[in-house]
């Protein structure tokens, strides 16, 4: 649905993307993922057509967004960083805007009325959009993109700014959306990629670093995994039990709260569960194991180690050459 | 173009630029209009009116251009424009002819004024209708002068001045272009010189290449206002 080949771009002296190639099949929910500067915004602005790639190719459903952008541009509901809003405008005068801007031939008061419904901005339709609250602001932009029911959907951060209930209904409404459009998600929020997406491409510095199926993506970055648990027993011989335990790597206190249980944090060696020899080694000793819990890895655990192999690689391939 | 057109002319009246320009346009006019005919009891001088004119379109018309492109560019509002089935030319010609509808109908009520002078005397009825087409011409060109400014710029400010500063060095370049010796160098300011263009209309003539100067002066700056839009994709 959507093929990206080779796109770059750069401003002035600063590459801002550096040869990016990935494709969105139809229907799916791409999660794109990057740190701030990492050439996001740039991209999802080159594929709905607000800029143009110094080289590459973006196509929308087969058409080059370059030598047909009305075409391409039909099937395109864009969501940018700011939502694109005027501020004198009441909220449905800027929807009856938009769907005569996009040109739209579904039947006008019902369909809008179905996507204020969906964003849940019905009741505020005759307030001007100046007067609304950011949470609202940016349902106004998710509106606006819905309009014409295109094929395709881009958020830039659609959820920047919100309050967590608001953050979990945007989530659910996107992937809702995603059963009957492709979208491209963009974020740096790791767990909103994890709740919505299918596929996650993160990019750092103009470059992919990782294009995998979201499952597939935390264990291809690192196979170890980190719990913490909460033990009653002596610390110095808990700690020493544990260490012994094979497959775990690590093990060190975490913090004490209640008054006889220490909580621990273990990481394990790749790919080894080390669940059931711990709970084994702890009843063997009468040591009450009365909590445990995954730590999953944040973005920036995903991102260092993903921009850390990169540099690895990038030092391996040096090496060699120095080595040739 | 047309839901582009429509929003513009909407945006107007939302916010006070429109009410701004149309008073402005219909009190500093009148007060010109005033002074030069009713106050003189004489319909003769009629023409220095339209001198008047000229400088008063030269200070206002870039009130009605300023926030067309440095607005939505500011507000990041392009974004919404640029990515949606529309072509270049035909967003850019939905906010000049915006402009021009806020503009020509202000100049419509404004033209009552001229109703006046049938009841005192006995003006030359032709002579006002040239009068008001140039004029009418030269304001569609400052527009085009304005969108072209505005589409350089994301400060408003900065895009009123120097359309203001534009208009106003095309009015006073005939003063010089009549003392350059080099032939070639007066030929290009008269160019430039959009009352030199104008003087056909007060001596009642209907000047088709006069015509054709204002509007292709503003064809030119809606052009370059394109192309202006279209290499930002590029920047």
Redesign the interface.
Known sequence: MIEICDIRKS?GDKRAVDGLTFKVEEGEILGFLGPNGAGKSTTL?II?????ADSGVAKIDGTDILTD???A??D?G?L?E?P??????TVL?YLN??Y????CKLPRKQHLKEICEVVKIWDVGKRLIKNLSKGYKQRVGIA?ALIGNPKVLIFDEPTIGLDPRQIIEIRNLIKMLGKEHTIILSTHILPEVQAVCDRIVVINKGRIVANEKTEDLINAVDGSRKLVAKIVGPEEEVLKALRAIGGIKTADVLGKRDTDSISYLIESQDRVDIRKPLFYTLSSKNWPLIGLEGVELSLEDIFMRLVGKEKEKETGKKSKRGGN | MLAIYMRELKSYFLTPIGYVFCGMFLVVSGLAFSECTLMRQSTTSIGEYFVWMMMIFAILIPILTMKLFSEDRKSRTDQILLTSPVSILGIVMGKYLAALTVFGVTFIVNSFNFVLLFFYGTPNATSILMNVLGIFLLGAAFLAIGIFLSSLTENQLIAAVSAIGVNAAMLIISLFSSGIENSFFRTVLKWFSVIDRFTPFTYQMLDVSAIVYYLSLAAVFIFLTTRVIEKRRWA
Request: hydrophobic fraction near 35%; aromatic fraction near 16%; glycine fraction near 6%.
């Open positions: 401003y602005n709905t057509g607000y800029l143009s952008p009305i075409k541009k039909k395109i864009f940018p700011i694109p809003l005027y501020p004198e405008m005068e805007f938009v005569d801007l996009k040109g606006q």
